[in-house]
């Protein structure tokens, strides 16, 4: 059983690991949430640790205020991540060439092309089994899951990439109103826990 399984059922004593483990650090951040676990358990086997801080609601407070600095630390680092590709994409908005203002909008367009592409090609696919030989109905099935699983963390990377460009064009529309746009996940998250840390302080 991988560690970030193992770790996955600490996310109902600290439910902003669900955020964490699922963003690009998840490693990173799947480590010293076992370092964590096994300091303050004593045991060096993660599934033992984390099986006695479930069983000791002691031991889920202290992994709660143990967890505080590094979620902290990570949601700031994924903040201020977000803030350099806000940045970069308000440099495109702002160049006076036409190319790398249309840059990201071609790139919106392609995805919904290719996107389209795929789906027609995969119904297409299915459509023509189901009529001209359903006996290997489930073979192209099997494949076809295949392959959308395999792209699918290359459309989880694009779509990603299209979730930024759609707030960011969001938040210009705020500042272009007059107003204030809401801070980001990750920035709401990071200033909860900065509060929790001083409030303990």
Do not use: C
């Amino acid at each position: 059983m991988g560690l970030l399984t193992i770790l996955g059922a600490l996310t109902d004593v600290v439910p902003s690991l669900v955020h964490a483990f699922a963003g690009d650090k998840a490693g990173e951040v799947a480590d010293k949430t076992a370092d964590v676990v096994k300091t303050i358990t004593g045991q060096s086997d993660p599934q033992k640790a984390v099986d006695a801080i479930k069983a000791d609601p002691k031991l889920q407070l202290e992994f709660q205020k143990a967890m505080q600095p590094v979620l902290l630390a990570h949601f700031q680092a994924e903040t201020q991540r977000l803030q350099t590709v806000n940045e970069t994409m308000r440099a495109e908005y702002a160049s006076k060439d036409a190319y790398v203002r249309r840059a990201r909008p071609t790139y919106l367009y392609l995805m919904a092309v290719t996107w389209f592409i795929q789906m027609t090609a995969f119904s297409f696919v299915l459509g023509y089994t189901m009529i001209e030989a359903p006996d290997k109905l489930p073979q192209i099935i099997t494949a076809l899951t295949s392959i959308f699983g395999a792209l699918f963390g290359l459309w989880g990377i694009a779509l990603s990439v299209v979730g930024v460009y759609v707030k960011k064009r969001s938040d210009d529309k705020q500042l272009a109103a007059g107003k204030t746009p809401a801070p980001g996940i990750m920035a709401a998250l990071a200033q909860r826990i900065k509060g929790k840390l001083a409030n303990a302080g």
